[in-house]
């Protein structure tokens, strides 16, 4: 299914991002949001769709600063 799985792999492109960010937001900042959905299953993607956005932000600041170059540069010094 060419749609299933581009779905899932734009998800697994962030999932790190996603799995680092939903307990904030499902326990610290947001759960009178996350909770008032009162069923599992609509409570699921709205948290899901908060924890991309955020992530696709992340990246993009990421790619914006230039984060992935420093981490490169850091790494090859300490290899020397």
């Not at 939903?22 to 993607?45: A, C, G, N, R, V």
Request: hydrophobic residues 50%; proline residues 4%; charged residues 20%.
């Amino acid at each position: 299914m060419p749609v299933l799985n581009r779905c899932l792999e734009f998800i697994g492109k962030y999932a790190t991002d996603i799995f680092l960010i939903h307990t904030f937001i499902y326990y610290y900042f947001y759960p009178e949001l996350i909770y008032s959905f009162q069923d599992s299953w609509k409570i699921l993607p709205v948290l899901l769709g908060i924890c991309l956005v955020i992530s696709v932000l992340i990246e993009l600041f990421k790619k914006f600063t230039g984060y992935d170059k420093l981490t490169e540069k850091l790494l090859h010094m300490v290899r020397l």
